[in-house]
């Protein structure tokens, strides 16, 4: 009888919910210590890459950028390179906090730039299939209309238009070439002498009808 009223006192029961709530609170300081030692410690240093190392992936992602096609024209690039170069500085003077924390802002720069970059490259991607399927049908066009003219010209004059069809069909093979080689850029830059050089063709021809 004695045990049963021992184990039903009221006292009992505080020093459990007690021990359970102490528990509790080391728990979370627990938790709370592995998230933020770790990270206590890389910011300070003692542990996780050096500047050295942060500056290298920084420059990784940076000439990862270019290779996609981003240009100092780009604002995510250029201020990569000023961060990467402020990461440089602050390493050589011994400020390896500062270092890194220069590093990591311009490597999320550069992942910034690589992103723009790609989209850009898909846009003009876009534009040059554009322009390459527009240029085929006008080429093909065009020699349609030089069978029709030629064959009651005289040779001097067909020999004439032969010149200047070769020339034509030279300016707009260029950039077919550079669109099979997957050179969009060339293709958008080089569309409007193409098109002009189509043009005049088919003045002279309709002229010479």
Known sequence: MEAQAERRRP?????????LRRLAVYALAASVAVWAVPRLLVEFGVIGPSPDE????????????????????????????RELERARTLA????????????????????????AALVRRD???RQAEVVYNDLDR???????????????????EVGELLTLMKVTR????????AYEQEN??????????ARAAIARMRSRLEAAR
């Open 123 to 125: 846009e003009t991607r």
């Open 170 to 177: 030279a300016s707009a093979a260029m950039l077919f070439l």
């Open 54 to 81: 942060t500056i290298a992936a920084a420059e990784r992602a940076f000439n990862a950028a270019r290779t996609y096609g981003a240009t100092h024209e780009m604002p995510a690039l250029a201020a990569a390179a």
């Open 11 to 19: 006292d009992r029961r505080l020093f459990v919910l007690l021990l």
């Open 138 to 156: 006008q080429i093909n066009d065009l020699e349609k209309l030089y069978s029709t003219v030629t064959p009651g010209l005289d040779k001097q």
């Open 92 to 115: 050589a003077e011994g400020h390896g906090r500062d270092a890194r924390h220069a590093s990591k802002r311009a490597q999320d720069l550069a992942v910034e730039a690589q992103r």
């Open 184 to 193: 969009y850029k060339a293709v958008v830059d080089g569309e409007p002498a």
